[in-house]
């Protein structure tokens, strides 16, 4: 990215997002949206904010509920050559249009012999914590992560979130871009420092499939995507004031996984700990955890530490959701016991 | 109107007049921690939050025909479907409050509500429950009950393909089911006429070969009278039936919502046709009930109600690590 003479605004991530989709459709003809309540609304988490206004009801097009009908049809405006952003509202709902994304938008590249691009982004919101219980708070990284066929990118920093949008919809392979509705500065959320941040105003796009150190140390390394990054850099912190120096990696892309990233910080601080919003079992913890074992033996002087949602659905009451989901606290007890073991 | 059980009527205002009261105390306490800023995860009914203020009769007016043995699934806006079903409403009020007492424990919240007692439960994933009655409707069949199977959903679910399969289906096999499209006009933003390619859910219902009903602006009455036909038809193996109500959303989708997409007149006017005062006029004039029943009525509600609220409040919340409980039978 070039950083001479450009101009930088402080941008929350649904602002951000919203400047990527807006540029890219005044850039291509090509690029619409579609989903429930993206035209005058806005979008539930912002991210069309203005656009039905400036594009029209042709290129923000408001759908029904027919989630199976509707992102079937942005795979088959796909193959024709349009460029369709189609936004699945929460990822809990992706139940409901499972075949449109599994067996269609992951595998038809594949299985016509690379004969049929699928040019396509699949925006939906992730993530839990303000008590919208078991089918509204869910963060699905590994459900998509583990189809071959997609790209699947979360990306955490306003700055990353435009770039990768940009470049997820130039992109001639189908993306998923999971944003977290925590981050998205919305006005009725939590607000967070993290949510807030410089962005450069013209159009650019970020790699798809690179994580980033966002913190250096020589301890420990934290790995983490979106809210587990802010966590893990909160964390860090608190570790710094005892004398711990985390390194915390931001993963931004889900699928590929980034392992060189991880495993030249590994070589540094031969400690891992893994945080993740979303299940344990079969998880991004599960999966940087195997890498460590594999390719990174050599680098370990101890177990790696797997933090991430316990296996059950995503309770309502506060107080259970709280204990379920890890955060900040839990990863310095983590590091604690880690590196004075 | 003959025909019409005056205790059906009181039944129906009871149920009525409950849910809306419950509804006002409830939005009250949703905002309570969330002012002056507002913060959709704070206060002590934390979540997202859909009312149903205004669609009353929806509910009532079919349930009044359905006994504790039928099942009704509901949707993301179950307050008034909760309430006539007659789903306990200390645990469920307890369970809104995320508390250990409550009907899941505190594990479901507002949108995920399940009180086998009655048969009742909803989600949060717009037009799932239809297929789920369409298998109490078959489960009733085989087991040769006269059992009946109510989905309630709204019109903007009519468009998922849930609710097209589930209606083929119970119309292929027949069976004692029946859905209730709650037409409040609104799918979040999105109008009827910008989601539906017809304009009213009763014509699809011709298509899939079953009864189809609309019942106009929200009118306790028709609502009853219709519903009434609907369940003796399936209790006599008639098949099943869709009834669309057009209904009235007085609030917003969810509570916090700007609805910058909706004329600011539209709600003043639909709260002059307010059902429940409509179901009062007419239970005053055409049946033998004074002002002192009906206010006897009115006193047992906020009664009842404000008994649930301070069981809610005062009960304890879970242990953090009964978060880990529950999964498995
Ligand atoms: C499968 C699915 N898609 C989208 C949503 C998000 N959503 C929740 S309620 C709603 C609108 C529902 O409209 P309608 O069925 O008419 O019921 P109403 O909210 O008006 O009562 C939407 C789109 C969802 N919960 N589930």
Redesign the interface.
Known sequence: MQTTQEKIKKLTGSKAMNLALRQEMERDPRVFIMG??V???GG?FGSTTGLYEQFGAERVM????????FIGAAIGAAAEGLRPVAELMFV??H??VMDQIFNHMAKIHYMSGGHVKLPMVLLTAVGG????????SQTLYASFGHLPGMKVVAPTFPRDIKGMLAAAIRDDNPVVFMFHKTLQGL????QLDASLGPVPEEAYTLPLNKAQVVREGRDVTIVGAQMMTVEALKAAKKLAERGIEAEVIDLRSIKPIDSETILKSLAKTHRLVVADEDYFSYGITAEIGALAASDGFRYLKAPVVRLAT????I??????????IPDAKDIVNAVETLVTA | MKGIDKNDLLWMYRKMKTSRYFEQRMEKAYLEGKQPVFNIGAGPVPGEMHLSTGQEPAAAGMLVHLTKDDTVTATHRPHHQAIAKGVDLKKMTAEIFGKKTGLGKGKGGHMHLFDPDVKFSCGGIVGAGMPHAVGAALANKKMETDRVAVAFIGEGAANSGAFHESLNLAALWKLPFIVVVEDNAWGISVPKNKSTSVATNDIRARAYGIKGYLVKDNDPMEMYRVSREAVERARNGEGPSLIEIETYRFLGHFQGDPELYRDKAEVPKLREKDPIERLKKYILKEQEVTVMELEAIEKAVVNEVDTAFEFAIHSEFPEPEEALEDVFA
């Open positions: 429930e309540d035209g005058k609304y539930i408001d759908t029904p509920i027919s989630e199976t009908g809990d709902f139940g409901v914590g303000y008590s919208d219980a078991a089918q509204h006005g009725w959320m939590d316990p296996d059950v659905p309770p309502y009451s506060r107080v259970l959701e709280k204990f379920v």
